[in-house]
């Protein structure tokens, strides 16, 4: 017998489980090439209410999922029903500190593999809910042989190593066309010379450490005064945040910790088994999820750095916790972080003759890496594919706008206004958009 809404509606409100399903937000049903695009995008769903609920409706007529964000100061929070194999966001984080999840909600997560990072306001992963992993036991058996094997696990630590540090000479080159940091870049390719001469784990991860030393060196000299930022600390430190950029970096890593967590699980690699982060008897940390978060990690610093250039993180986003004294980023300011997050997550990069995201990059990172163990691939490269980084606001374009006169900027077709505006944020310290339009105009004279 099918049941009707009505029915299904006092059966729920008569288990006291569900709101009534009119107050929910009913996700619309897309067509199958819609589905398929917004899969691929990284999409999670952020929640971060009070009194944040996940249930599922598990009867003949209905089997969808049912989201309530919860309460956020003195309003409502966002209701969401999301039917089987069509909900659009690829996780669920939630940083809410009450609410409850259902068993019913457990089984239609498990069987529409979305999984679940339970995130505290630090970016640190309390927990997580994953879709069941694929039993590979090649794969298993292999990485635990190679954990064993020193040569073979210098060479993938090496791979891993080595991304790290020349996306962090990339970043720093990218930086260098704004900013007078020469002296931090060369300090930084002087330490990274010594790489190849890493010939342990240990030593590896010595030369590494003092590139990001000098690496943040250059963020501090870059940076606003107003942020306080010191560098970032090796002995524990970077977690107890005390100022707000390195509360945002935090955040930012967690998030790509929850994308690195994925894609170990897809692959069927075990999480805390790892190459250059050591495994321990005591370890409460996943090191092969550590591991693959290193060639990434610059996606984070970009998206942090940026945003407090382009205004989008202030120090007023920014609070102290009155437990431990560490900052954390207030509500609105992390819902604008983590849209910026997204995006640049989101952004194409061409690899293997198609364009990916770089999520999906991720994901394929750690099936190469699957590959390698199993000796179904003899190379391991971490460094591709690389990101293409530009700015419009490099020291030549700065110089170019400040020695333009006002009959030169006529002849070019640079109204008054628009060139008094481009000579005020040329002497500025802070970063700048210029237009395509107007950079056509500036390269043209």
């Known amino acids: 017998m099918q049941w009707s809404r009505k029915r299904f509606v006092r059966f729920a409100e008569d288990l006291g489980e569900v709101t009534h399903p009119s107050k929910f937000r009913r996700v619309a049903r897309k067509p199958c090439d819609d589905l398929r695009q917004e899969a691929s995008r990284m999409n999670p769903l952020h929640l971060s ?17 049912m989201i309530t964000d919860g309460r956020r100061d003195n309003c409502n929070g966002e209701r969401y029903l999301f039917p089987p194999r069509q909900c659009p966001h690829d996780s669920i984080i939630v940083e809410a500190k009450t609410g409850h999840i259902s068993l019913t909600a457990l089984r239609w997560l498990s069987a529409n593999n979305l999984p679940v990072f339970i995130m505290n306001y630090d970016g640190s992963i309390i927990s997580s809910i994953l879709p069941p992993q694929p039993v590979k036991a090649d794969v298993r058996i292999a990485q635990i042989k190679t954990a064993s094997d020193p040569k073979k696990s210098l060479t993938i630590a090496k791979a891993l190593f080595q991304a790290k540090i020349t996306r962090s000479l990339q970043i720093l080159d990218w930086l260098a066309e704004a900013y007078d940091i020469e002296a931090e870049l060369q300090a930084t390719k002087h330490e990274a010379m010594s790489f190849n001469e890493g010939t342990t784990v240990p030593r590896l991860r010595t030369v590494e450490g003092r590139v990001a030393l000098r690496y943040w060196q250059a963020f501090r000299k870059v940076l606003p005064l107003e942020l306080n930022f010191q560098g970032r600390g090796y002995d524990g430190r970077n977690r107890n945040a005390t100022d707000p950029f390195n509360a945002a970096l935090n955040y930012g890593y967690g998030f790509l910790q929850c994308e690195c967590r994925k894609a170990v699980n897809s692959v069927g690699l075990e999480s ?46 920014f609070a102290w916790d009155r437990d431990d004294y560490r900052y954390r980023i207030e509500t609105e300011g992390r819902r604008r972080f983590l849209s910026i997050l997204r995006e ?41 594919p690389a990101p293409v980084l530009t700015r419009s606001d490099n020291k030549v374009t700065r110089e170019r706008i400040l020695s333009l006169s006002q009959s030169e900027a006529e002849k070019l077709g640079i109204g008054k206004s628009t060139l008094h505006y481009l000579r005020e944020k040329a002497r500025e310290h802070s970063s700048f958009k210029l237009y395509e339009p107007v950079k056509r105009k500036l390269l043209k004279g």
């Open 344 to 384: 640049t997550f989101n952004s194409g990069i061409r690899y293997g003759g198609q364009v990916l995201k770089w999520d999906t990059v991720i994901e394929e990172k750690a099936n190469e890496l699957g590959r390698f163990l199993t000796g179904r691939s003899s190379t391991l490269d971490f460094c591709e």
């Open 49 to 65: 209410g009070w009194g944040c609920e996940i249930q599922a409706a598990h009867t003949r007529a209905h089997a969808e999922l």
């Open 272 to 317: 805390s088994i790892g190459f250059s982060h050591t495994t321990t008897e005591w370890q409460t940390k996943e090191s092969l999820v550590l591991d693959l978060e290193e060639p990434f990690r610059w996606l984070v610093d970009l998206c942090v750095i940026q945003a407090f250039q382009d205004s989008a993180l202030n120090v007023s986003d």
